[in-house]
């Protein structure tokens, strides 16, 4: 027999299941344990990425918005702004129907002259009274000298008893007249006498002139004009032949100068914060802006001690919570966008640069 040929056997790549099991065990576990390693790498940097550092997003911008009020009641005639306008100090907002303090000039205009013609026929009847006071002195005399004569006569016996009686009683009219025209004299002069507030100056007409600067005053504040520079808002409240009464705010103006953020930081944050230090704005509203401004004030209460209720301590279901404090953040430059009251902020302080 010849030998048979050899046969090639292919060599097979052969697999060991059991060493593919460890380097599995391995994988998972660098997952397990790789996963929440890189979370509290992320927390770590987020806490500790930024030293120096201090950021709240729990902050607003804040605008002053004075209320303008009408300072006398009245019917509005006229109205000189709309939403959202620009309005200069001085200018004219509304204006109140005028006939009624128009009136109160021509009043006081007219009590001032009453009490000047009053002043003219008081001082008229003083130097008429004068005269009548010298008639009065010479009469006086005239019958203190007839009661003499009538006195020597009843003496010598050539004189009646009613004689002398009649005598008695002109000296005493004659005095009764001259005491009562002293007396007129008198009151008129105090009449037309001036006080030591106003000297100078009848009390009456001191008076008119004071109702008079009153009227002119309520008549030019039936002009109302703006008091600040700003922007208008919330005009709907004005409409003409509206009824406006004193005090009542009618419309309110938003000034864009003295912008602020109110920004309201842990106070675990406040550490090592200070007025003066940098900080960095950031406004939701506008994306790609940022602002630079620096610590103004810390407030001096937390929020919650300035809240309508505040928490109660003191019961037995007290819980620890970290509390915010109000810190304001001035605006260092101007901003290429309108500055809205009330719009939501980030602010990054940096605690290390003095």
């Known amino acids: 027999m010849a030998e048979a040929d050899p046969q090639t056997v292919p060599h097979a790549e052969t697999t060991n299941p059991a060493a593919a099991k460890p380097a599995s065990r391995w ?9 929440p390693l890189l979370i509290v790498a992320g927390g ?3 806490w500790f990425g930024h030293p120096g550092e201090v950021a709240t997003d729990n902050a607003y911008l804040k ?14 005639t006229k109205v000189h702004v709309r939403e959202n306008q620009l309005v200069k100090k001085g200018d004219v907002l509304f204006e109140i129907d005028p006939s009624q303090y128009e009136n109160a000039v021509s009043q006081a205009d007219a009590q001032i002259a009453a009490a000047q013609a009053r ?4 001082d008229a009847d003083v130097h008429a009274t004068a005269a009548d006071l010298a008639g009065a002195r010479d009469d006086l005399a005239l019958a203190q000298a007839n009661y003499r004569r009538e006195k020597e006569l009843m003496y010598r016996g050539f004189n009646t ?6 005598a008695t009683h002109a000296v005493a009219s004659a005095r009764d007249r001259l005491t009562a025209l002293q007396a007129d004299v008198a009151k008129a002069k105090a009449q037309l006498a001036t006080g030591a507030q106003v000297p100078g100056v009848n009390p009456e007409v001191a008076a008119g002139r004071a109702a008079l600067e009153q009227a002119r005053l309520n008549l030019q504040r039936t002009v109302v004009r703006a008091p600040v520079d700003g922007r208008v808002t919330q005009v709907s409240r004005l409409q003409v032949g ?3 009464m004193t005090g009542l705010p009618m419309l309110s103006i938003v000034q864009e100068a003295g912008a602020r953020v109110e920004a309201n930081f842990k106070e675990t944050d406040l550490a090592n914060m200070r007025p003066g230090q940098k900080a960095r704005i950031s406004i939701d509203a506008y994306p790609n802006l940022e602002l630079a401004g620096h610590v103004d004030s810390i407030g001096a209460g937390t929020g919650s001690e300035f809240s309508v209720l505040p928490a109660q301590n003191a019961t037995g279901n007290w ?3 970290t509390q915010r404090v109000p810190v304001r953040i001035a605006i260092d430059e101007a901003s290429s966008r309108p500055l809205i009251s009330g719009l939501s902020t980030e602010v990054t302080v940096y605690t290390t640069d003095d």
């Open 319 to 321: 819980v620890k919570i």
């Open 161 to 166: 008893r009613a004689r002398m009686d009649a």
């Open 27 to 35: 994988r998972k576990a660098l997952l397990m344990l790789g996963v």
């Open 242 to 244: 509206q009824a406006a």
């Open 44 to 46: 770590l940097y987020y």
């Open 63 to 76: 605008l002053d918005i004075v209320s303008v009020a009408s300072e006398v009641p009245g019917q509005i």
């Open 119 to 122: 002043i003219t026929a008081l």
